[in-house]
Structure formats: structure tokens, C-alpha cells
């Protein structure tokens, strides 16, 4: 059956539901045209969002006459198109994921060959993405390279991944607390994310030792022109 | 309810509307692409807002409910045929500035060409697009702000992400700028 734009779109957007999302994900590992397709599509979709800096409310108010500002390191238009770029070539959607056995054997196989330096990307509060995700940090932050350095993690968390750090929700604050005890880990909470939550008038409290970043997209830009490798759950 | 809860929610209501102002602003800027415009709906509709705060039912939804009186505040202006604005008139210093010049450049090229094709979009595409990427809006949720079908929302969004993909991919300049500047980066 040909899978339509309309469908892709949804897929893209969060829009299917579990069964639907299954069918689309076995697609794109053996069609490399879909896979195609929704690259292209995620693109788009980062493109957009970067071509529309948010300007801080403070700075806003000159807006008239003055620069608004950018975000503290990466600009987002420009981590939007560094990720368009990087992403292109890494294969997002093809190769990052890690919802099996297989795919998470063939991710650590990579990881340990790319000299151990990884950027996990949480964007589902699935309950077996999130333990999926736990799962290989604990593994990679346990481990050293050739040298007897230790690897490096770090865990991102955006759109409803932003759910697995926050107190009074995460079901996995106790593993959290676990695996902050690895030094070579970090824990990074997207601002723009909290922002959006407190717009909605929800309160967002970030379990101990999370770290916020101005926004996801410059994160993942910072580590993925630094040669990070890039998994998503 | 006492006077003193009244104020209090009132007061309440009042820094919400602050804090969703830069959003709303950002959405206008995207669908009129002319900051006098933009700061004219945004005023517009934070003025409804305060005007009809009483009729928001659920307080979570928010910036939703304020979205649609922009979309119909922005749709109203339409409607007058005020829109006599040139098009190219984007203001090219409305972007986040950075110190490297050839970030700089990329940055703009990349900006502008989305902008410049995001704008070449009929109306009702760019809202949706907008609503959908920016914003965050489920699709049921666009829906209700543009008052359309989900059917609507969701052939609208195809369409537009067709030609945003045609009209992107016609320069490809800018991959090629984009690809030097990650080499140079991680060199």
C-alpha cells in the first residue's frame, strides 16, 4: 500500500496512534524511498520552525529599532539548518533508532566504533522508548574507549521526552537518580519545551541535576557537528 | 466570587497574555510578513481577549483561544482588502544576529528562502503550517482555531509542505553553502 503525504505528514507531526506508527516505522526500515520521503519531510518541518526565531519577552519590547536577540550559543534558524544538513547525511530516520534488540545492538556497535561520545534524543514519553533510552545510557556510561577514557552521554529531552525529567510525573525517577551518578552523563531539559508547558499554565519542575539548554535543536546541533553519534527514542 | 478573587484572576489572566504576546507575534509576522501588521492584529487581539477573558473555559487552552481571534483578526484584515503591503518588504534585520559572518550569511540565505516560501503560500496553508510547525498545535487543535475540518487541516498542511519542498529544493546553492560551513566547523 502507498503511504500518502497526508499520512507521512501525520507521522511526522506525532499525529498517529500506536498501531498506525508501527506500520509506518516497519516501512521506512526496508523502503528507502519512504525513508526518503519522511527525511525530507522532517526536514521541512525543522526548516520552518528555524526560519521563525522566537524573540525573548524582555527583548521584544525593542523590538522597534533593534535587533532581537538570538538564542546563547547556536542561533535556532542556524542549529535548524546545521541539523538539516548533519541529519541529511547521518540518516535520521533510518538509522537512529533504537526499538528493538537488533536496532539497539547495531546502535551500540556504532557508538563504541565512534569513539563513544552519544546524544540521545528523547521526544516520546512511550513508556518503552523512555526505558529503551535508559537502558542504552546506563550501558554506554558504564563503558570506555580504547584509551580507558569513559564514554559520553547525553540524554535531550523535548516534546513529550520532556515528561521523563520532570518531578511529580517521570515513572523513572529513581533510574534518573541512578544514572546521574555517572559522571560522564548529562541531562539536558529544552527551554523552549518548558516554556511551551508553563504557557499551558503547567508547572515544570526538572528533576535534580537536569540542565536546561535554550532550546533542543541548538544542543543536538553543538554534538552532532562535534561528531556525536545521534539515536532517538 | 469576592472582588478580591476577581482581581486576582484577573491579574492572573493579564500575565498570560503577556507571556503568550511574543508567540502570537511571531505566528502574525509569519502570516502577514510585515511587523507594522503584526504588532496591529497582536494589539488587536489581546485587546479582544481582555475584552471576552470571561468566555475562555479552560484556562490550559489559552494560547489556543487566542490564536483563533489572531487567525480572525488576521482573516478580518484580509477580508477588508487592506492588504495593499508589499510582499518583499521583510525587514532583513529581523534576525537573531551571530558572531560569524558566514553563519551570518547562511543563516540569512536559509531564513529568507523559507520565509520567502512559506509567504508564497495561499492563506489558509500558511496558517496551518505555521500552526502545526511553530506553534505545536495538534491537528484537532488547528481545526478548532481556524474552524475547518481535520480533513482541511490535514490536505492543507500536505499541500503546503509540497511546495515549500518544490520551492526549497530550486536553489541548491545553499546546500552546498550549508555543507562548507559544517566541514569548516569541524575542522
Not at chain 2, 73 to 91: A, F, M, N, Y
Not at chain 2, 126 to 131: I, P, Q
Amino acid at each position: 500500500m502507498d503511504i500518502s503525504d497526508e499520512i507521512l505528514g501525520a507521522y511526522i507531526d506525532n499525529e498517529l496512534d500506536a498501531a498506525e506508527r508501527a506500520e509506518i516505522q516497519e516501512r521506512l526500515t526496508t523502503d528507502s524511498a519512504l525513508r526518503g520521503r519522511a527525511c525530507e519531510l522532517w526536514q521541512l518541518k525543522q526548516m520552518v520552525r528555524g526560519a521563525y526565531p522566537l524573540a525573548r519577552q524582555k527583548d521584544d519590547k525593542n523590538r522597534r529599532g533593534g535587533k532581537p536577540p538570538g538564542a546563547n550559543g547556536w542561533p535556532h534558524a542556524l542549529a535548524a539548518a546545521l541539523l538539516v544538513v548533519v541529519g541529511a547525511t547521518s540518516g535520521w530516520l533510518g538509522n537512529a533508532k533504537i526499538e528493538n534488540d537488533r536496532q539497539m545492538d547495531s546502535q551500540l556497535e556504532a557508538i563504541r566504533s565512534q569513539g563513544g561520545r552519544v546524544v540521545l534524543h528523547l521526544f516520546s514519553d512511550e513508556p518503552a522508548r523512555m526505558e529503551a533510552a535508559l537502558k542504552l545510557a546506563d550501558q554506554l556510561a558504564s563503558e570506555r574507549d580504547e584509551a580507558g577514557r569513559p564514554f559520553r552521554v547525553e540524554f535531550i529531552a523535548n516534546g513529550p521526552g520532556l515528561h521523563l525529567l520532570r518531578t511529580g510525573g517521570s515513572p523513572y525517577a529513581a533510574r534518573i537518580e541512578q544514572l546521574r551518578q555517572h559522571d560522564n552523563l548529562r541531562l539536558v531539559a529544552c527551554r523552549q519545551a518548558i516554556a511551551r508547558l508553563q504557557e499551558r499554565g503547567l508547572e515544570v519542575n526538572l528533576l535534580p541535576g537536569v540542565e536546561e539548554a535554550v532550546s533542543a535543536e541548538s544542543e543536538l546541533a553543538t554534538r552532532l557537528t562535534q561528531g556525536w553519534r545521534y539515536v532517538q527514542s | 466570587m469576592s472582588l478580591l478573587n476577581f482581581i486576582s484572576r484577573s491579574r492572573h489572566f493579564e500575565s498570560k497574555l503577556e507571556a503568550s504576546r511574543c508567540r502570537l507575534w511571531r505566528l502574525a509576522q509569519s502570516w502577514c510578513r510585515n511587523r507594522a501588521l503584526a504588532d496591529d492584529l497582536v494589539q488587536d487581539t489581546l485587546a479582544k481577549a481582555l475584552d471576552r477573558h470571561s468566555q475562555l473555559r479552560d484556562p490550559a487552552a489559552m494560547h489556543a483561544w487566542l490564536c483563533s481571534i489572531l487567525a480572525n483578526c488576521w482573516h478580518d484584515h484580509l477580508r477588508q482588502g487592506k492588504d495593499t503591503l508589499d510582499i518583499d518588504s521583510v525587514e532583513e534585520h529581523d534576525l537573531p544576529s551571530t558572531c560569524c559572518p558566514e553563519a551570518d550569511c547562511l543563516q540569512n540565505e536559509v531564513v529568507q528562502r523559507v520565509r520567502a516560501a512559506v509567504g508564497k503560500l495561499p492563506a489558509g496553508q500558511r496558517e496551518v503550517v505555521t500552526l502545526v510547525d511553530l506553534e505545536e498545535f495538534s491537528y484537532a487543535e488547528v481545526a478548532a482555531i481556524l474552524d475547518v475540518p481535520i480533513g482541511t487541516v490535514m490536505s492543507r498542511l500536505s499541500r503546503a509542505r509540497n511546495s515549500l519542498r518544490e520551492a526549497l529544493r530550486e536553489q541548491p546553492s545553499s546546500q552546498a553553502a550549508s555543507t562548507g560551513v559544517v566541514r569548516r566547523l569541524r575542522g
